[in-house]
């Protein structure tokens, strides 16, 4: 598998597990939505065709964020209704270029960043895939990007 496999896979996918390290040295797993899938961030299709950016949205506020300050290892979990699995491990950070968050941003995730995307609470995250595993037809494909 390479990277355009990967991509071609997750931008399928409407929601990703994203897993980081805790304060406590714990691993800890949850779900983001995913903006590549274009039934997700329609208004993105055009900004990520041809970008192999992995971008993911979340509130500042949130523990993910200090978490992520504090150790930027961390993976990302996709599947589909067969079950097919990819996991990347890698590194994940902060975008703080704010032509970046003003290419992302709609008016309609208000909702969750009241403040609007210079309000404080409106964060990028870019997850960069060092190694993966993919699971298809109860086998494994290890290898690396």
Known sequence: MNKTDALAFLDKQAV????????????????????????????????????????????????????????????????????????????VRE????SVKDALWDDSWVMYYPDGKDGGDFSVLVFEPESYKSYANFSVEKGSF
């Open 16 to 91: 990703l597990m994203l897993g980081t390290i805790g304060d406590d040295g714990a691993p800890q797993m949850r779900a983001v939505i995913n903006i590549r899938n274009g039934g997700i961030a329609p208004h993105l299709v055009g900004f990520f065709k041809g970008d192999d950016r992995i971008l993911i949205i979340t509130n500042t506020s949130s523990d993910k964020i200090g978490q992520i300050r504090a150790e930027d290892k961390a993976s990302l979990y996709a599947y589909d209704q067969q079950f097919h699995g990819l996991l990347l491990m890698g590194r």
């Open 95 to 98: 975008v703080l270029d704010a």
